[in-house]
Nanobody, 128 residues
Framework: QVQLVESGGGLVQAGGSLRLSCAASGRTFSTYAMGWFRQAPEKEREFVAAISSSGGTTDYVDSVKGRFIVSRDNAKNTVYLQMNSLEPEDTAVYSC?????????????????????WGQGTQVTVSS
């Protein structure tokens, strides 16, 4: 069983920045591919970013490319999402997810059904 706990959400003005953190339990975090998703009210869950277990491969949804950066610290069992130049359209509940079915160090995943564990989410609100 893997537990994921997000933190770092909050209220920020447009153009501002936030850094989300996701702390994971388990002694094999370095084998987990990780992802960030978001869900705005009355909208479907959306892929935001993913990072491979090694940290060597990342991927982003087009709308956040150049603004968001996903990273991880395997020594701290933590994955991060640095969000810059935030826009009101980024307002959502952000959740991290873990894929624990290790295949290869550079694998990443974009679909929610490819992740086995989820955090409870953290609210990000961007005011205009």
């Amino acid at each position: 069983q893997v537990q994921l706990v997000e933190s770092g959400g909050g209220l920020v003005q447009a153009g501002g920045s936030l850094r989300l953190s996701c702390a994971a339990s388990g002694r094999t975090f370095s084998t987990y591919a990780m992802g960030w998703f978001r869900q705005a009210p009355e909208k479907e869950r959306e892929f935001v970013a993913a990072i491979s277990s090694s940290g060597g491969t990342t991927d982003y949804v087009d709308s956040v490319k150049g603004r968001f950066i996903v990273s991880r610290d395997n020594a701290k069992n933590t994955v991060y999402l640095q969000m810059n130049s935030l826009e009101p359209e980024d307002t959502a509940v952000y959740s991290c997810a873990a894929n624990t079915a290790f295949v290869w160090y550079n694998n990443i995943y974009r679909r929610p059904d490819q992740y086995q564990y989820w955090g409870q989410g953290t609210q990000v609100t961007v005011s205009s």
